[in-house]
């Protein structure tokens, strides 16, 4: 069972809480063009607020082949969002912020701003993962309510994806103890459409809804993994169902692997396809669970160490020594279609990690480079 039943907390060494105004510039730079949390999280690292890397977006985006600046999002646009998503009943919540889960902020790429909705206490609880396929099975979908409710009692809090399937099974089972449902789309652009009034309940009970798009955003077959992003990093593992091989679920698993979360997978018949994915999970070392007690006994240890925030301390400045030419070239000459590391970049060129960054970081705010998960990147 949960240390303090159910009122446990995913605490913090520290608090934060910012301003008006920097919670303006917050979203003015995530929402510029070709600002994503990586990048966000590099430019303020390195120029020491957002304001002050707003400033600098125009110049590292031309040094890095743009022809034109990209758009940037301007002050009184942040302003209406703000002011639009306060109407619905949405806080911007920024990492060590209340309401921002913890282990969330710990993620490489946790969003700089969560729009967040409900009941704040519950996101500051203990969570645990279940997801799986939205064609589930009867005794898939009865096992998936079993758990949650079951994980409910112990104290803990399931966050799913709101998803046909067994995202619907385990949020209804654990309505009453208290569920967070991670929305693909803005707030008012709820997927899928029939499930609105299973997010009215979550919400009335003591629950929540986060999400990092704006209101008005539809989602979009790439946002359903950046979702899936959350669910896993604002956990302490993940529990798979259900999954056919290459299944979405399957990717969340993934993230949760590369997050260092504990990932859980249900096995099935070796005669269902819909068994397949997880039972290769299990294969591959994944925890395997028929009861609740798998996943309270697996992740009470992880429980037992403290939770620390991560402080960023200004860099100094990467871009105060201009690359030269030829280290930009040599840098591009090494990137194409297919993802490589950082880590080889700078053992290939010969350049420094600081020169690296800076190129990589000119190329992304330039609309030429795409970032992967475990450090890889990629031309556009």
Same mark, same amino acid.
């Given at each position: =069972?949960l240390?303090?039943?159910?009122?446990?907390?995913d605490?913090i060494n @520290?608090?934060v809480e910012?301003?008006?105004?920097?919670?303006?510039?917050?979203?003015?730079?995530?929402?510029?063009d %070709?600002?994503?949390?990586?990048t966000f999280?590099?430019?303020?690292?390195?120029?020491?607020?957002?304001?002050a890397?707003?400033?600098?977006l125009?110049?590292?985006?031309?040094?890095?082949?743009? /022809?034109?600046?990209?758009r940037?999002?301007?002050?009184?646009?942040a302003r209406?969002?703000?002011?639009? @998503?306060r109407?619905f009943g949405?806080?911007w919540?920024?990492?060590? #912020?209340?309401?921002?889960? *913890?282990?969330?902020?710990? $993620?490489?790429? &946790?969003p700089p701003l969560?729009?967040?909705?409900?009941?704040?206490?519950?996101?500051?609880?203990?969570? !645990?993962?279940?997801?799986?396929?939205?064609n589930?099975?009867?005794?898939?979908?009865?096992?998936?309510?079993?758990?949650?409710?079951?994980?409910g009692?112990?104290?803990?809090i399931?966050?799913?994806g709101?998803?046909?399937?067994?995202?619907?099974?385990?949020?209804?089972?654990s309505?009453?103890?208290?569920? $967070?449902?991670?929305?693909?789309?803005? +707030?008012?652009?709820?997927?899928?459409?029939e499930?609105?009034?299973?997010?009215?309940?979550?919400?009335?009970?003591?629950? &929540?809804? $986060?999400? #990092?798009?704006?209101?008005?955003?539809?989602?979009?077959?790439?946002d359903?993994?950046r979702? %899936?992003?959350?669910i896993?990093?604002?956990?302490?593992?993940?529990?798979i169902?259900?999954?056919?091989?290459?299944s979405?679920s399957?990717?969340?698993?993934r993230?949760?692997?590369?997050?260092?979360? #504990?990932?859980?997978a249900v096995?099935g018949s070796?005669?269902?396809p819909?068994?397949?994915?997880?039972?290769d999970l299990?294969k /591959?070392? *994944?925890?395997?669970?028929t009861?609740? &007690?798998? !996943?309270?006994?697996?992740? &009470?240890?992880?429980?037992?160490?403290?939770? =620390?925030?991560?402080?960023?301390e200004?860099? @100094?400045?990467?871009?105060?020594?201009?690359? /030269?030419?030829?280290?930009?070239? /040599?840098?591009?000459?090494?990137?194409?279609?297919a993802?490589i590391s950082?880590?080889?970049?700078?053992?290939?060129?010969?350049? @420094?990690p600081?020169?690296?960054?800076?190129?990589?970081?000119?190329?992304?705010?330039?609309?030429?480079?795409?970032? +992967?998960g475990?450090g890889?990147?990629?031309?556009?």
């Open positions: =069972m240390p303090a039943q159910g009122d446990a907390v605490a @520290s608090s910012l301003t008006e105004a920097e919670r303006i510039d917050c979203l003015r730079l995530i929402r510029s %070709n600002v994503g949390p990586r999280r590099s430019l303020v690292d390195h120029f020491g607020s957002a304001r890397a707003l400033e600098r125009p110049d590292l985006a031309r040094r890095g082949g743009a /022809q034109r600046s990209g940037i999002c301007s002050a009184d646009e209406a969002e703000l002011a639009a @998503s109407k949405i806080a919540r920024a990492p060590g #912020e209340d309401g921002y889960p *913890a282990r969330l902020a710990m $993620i490489d790429d &946790a969560l729009a967040v909705r409900g009941d704040t206490k519950t996101l500051m609880r203990p969570m !645990i993962g279940i997801v799986g396929s939205r589930a099975s009867g005794a898939g979908l009865k096992f998936a309510g079993q758990l949650a409710r079951e994980l009692e112990a104290g803990f399931v966050i799913s709101l998803a046909r399937g067994v995202d619907q099974a385990a949020h209804r089972a309505v009453a103890s208290g569920t $967070i449902a991670v929305l693909a789309g803005g +707030h008012d652009c709820i997927y899928p459409p499930h609105g009034d299973l997010l009215g309940s979550i919400l009335e009970h003591q629950g &929540a809804a $986060i999400s #990092e798009m704006p209101l008005g955003h539809e989602p979009r077959a790439r359903f993994p979702r %899936n992003r959350l896993s990093g604002a956990s302490l593992g993940v529990v169902v259900e999954a056919a091989h290459r979405g399957l990717i969340t698993a993230m949760a692997a590369e997050q260092g979360r #504990e990932v859980f096995p070796p005669l269902d819909r068994a397949a994915g997880t039972n299990i /591959q070392g *994944a925890t395997l669970v009861e609740a &007690a798998d !996943i309270i006994n697996a992740v &009470a240890p992880i429980m037992e160490r403290p939770l =620390m925030h991560p402080i960023s200004p860099d @100094s400045d990467p871009f105060e020594h201009d690359p /030269q030419s030829h280290d930009r070239d /040599q840098i591009t000459g090494l990137l194409g279609p993802p950082i880590d080889d970049l700078v053992r290939m060129s010969g350049a @420094s600081a020169i690296v960054r800076t190129i990589l970081l000119e190329l992304e705010l330039a609309g030429r480079l795409e970032r +992967h475990g890889l990147v990629s031309l556009l």
